[in-house]
């Protein structure tokens, strides 16, 4: 019995599977939960194992860095410790992993179907693979490739500083210490609060007057605007939040083509998390990979490199499940 796990900022998904005689995996069992709506990760735990049966094996991707088997989560107040789930669960196959590392190991056992290429002008190559998510957070991962078989590599890449490259996100950079005087990551422009960090940005900037539709921070009590940015962007209702998705689209492209340089991805990037199929259509107008490729004299590398969209919400709960699978 494998229990696998996909624990992020705003939802948990476990999943009890059962391994059959050829090796398929059979899901006995699957549910997801609110992750803030619980003050540990145990209480989840004691929810859904109630009434099972012994668990042989257990992988779970977590949303935070992963040291000597134990993460604080980067968005939530979980203290995860892979000694105490041993013990909690009566096995010592208990392994925790960086969400985007699960993440990367599900890359490999998505279908075709699966995936939107972005790079009309990609050609096939071998090679390693970069892997970003912009969700709750900003994920990011390496498949490192060492001729053979494929080796996920855990980042928190996200992390990094952002470094603008036109005179507008010069602008952005420095609305942005406004509000992060600390640093100012990626993670606070390519994850769902960087919809409002744009937009609000783009008010500043009287780029367009404000959205009647959209709240002011100070209103928003009770409203996704982050959800509500993006969907009236996507659908091209209002102007201010049309350019805030264009320019979220851009940024993205840019930060995903400098995890390829890093990774020295010849074997392509994927893009996973739950932003990229919702803005599916404006990852797809063009500037996303427009900002991808330049990169100054390394540009015809990138423009050759395969950028897959990756559709399947699953993707880091196969990693987790598969995980032990292989072994």
């Given amino acids: 019995m494998i229990?696998?796990?996909?624990?992020?900022?705003?939802?948990?998904?476990?999943?009890?599977?059962?391994r059959q005689a050829d090796g398929t995996l059979s899901c006995l069992q699957e549910q997801t939960f609110a992750s803030g709506e619980f003050q540990t990760f145990e209480e989840i735990l004691d929810l859904f194992l109630t009434d099972t049966p012994t668990v042989a094996s257990?992988?779970?991707?977590?949303?935070?860095?992963?040291?000597?088997?134990?993460?604080?989560?980067?968005?939530?107040?979980?203290?995860l410790d892979g000694e105490q789930l041993k013990a909690r669960l009566g096995t010592d196959r208990v392994k925790l992993l960086n969400d985007l590392e699960a993440m990367a190991i599900g890359m490999l056992h998505l279908q075709e179907q699966d995936f939107v290429e972005l790079n009309p002008n990609a050609e096939p190559q071998?090679?390693?693979?970069?892997?970003?998510?912009?969700?709750?957070?900003?994920?990011?991962?390496?498949?490192?490739?060492?001729?053979e078989q494929y080796h996920p590599i855990a980042t928190e890449g996200g992390h990094?500083?952002?470094?603008?490259?036109?005179?507008?996100?010069?602008?952005?950079?420095t609305f942005l210490r406004g509000r992060y005087p600390a640093h100012v990551s990626c993670e606070r422009i390519l994850s769902g609060i960087g919809f409002s960090n744009i937009y609000d940005f783009l008010v500043q900037t009287r780029f367009a007057p404000p959205c009647p539709a959209v709240p002011a921070p100070a209103?928003?009590?009770?409203?996704?605007?982050n959800?509500?940015?993006?969907?009236?962007?996507?659908?091209?209702?209002?102007?201010?939040?049309?350019?805030?998705?264009?320019?979220f689209a851009e940024l993205y492209g840019a930060e995903a083509g400098n995890l390829a340089l890093k990774a020295f991805a010849t074997g392509g990037v994927f893009i996973g998390g739950g932003i990229g199929p919702k803005i599916r259509s404006v990852l797809e107008s063009g500037e996303f990979i427009q900002a991808f490729v330049a990169k100054g004299r390394f540009q015809p590398m990138l423009a050759k490199?395969?950028?897959?969209?990756?559709?399947?919400?699953?993707?880091?709960?196969?990693?987790?499940?598969?995980?032990?699978?292989?072994?």
């Fill in 160 to 173: 990094c500083d952002f470094a603008p490259q036109n005179p507008q996100q010069d602008q952005l950079l």
């Fill in 305 to 327: 490199l395969s950028v897959k969209l990756a559709l399947n919400p699953r993707t880091p709960l196969l990693g987790a499940m598969h995980y032990f699978a292989a072994q």
């Fill in 126 to 147: 071998t090679g390693n693979i970069a892997v970003i998510a912009a969700g709750t957070g900003l994920g990011e991962a390496m498949l490192h490739w060492d001729g």
């Fill in 227 to 247: 959800a509500l940015i993006s969907r009236l962007g996507v659908d091209d209702e209002d102007p201010l939040c049309r350019e805030t998705v264009r320019l």
């Fill in 58 to 79: 257990a992988c779970f991707g977590i949303a935070g860095p992963v040291v000597n088997q134990r993460c604080q989560t980067t968005n939530l107040p979980w203290l």
């Fill in 219 to 225: 209103n928003a009590s009770g409203v996704d605007r």
């Fill in 3 to 18: 229990l696998a796990g996909d624990i992020g900022g705003t939802k948990t998904v476990l999943a009890l599977l059962d």
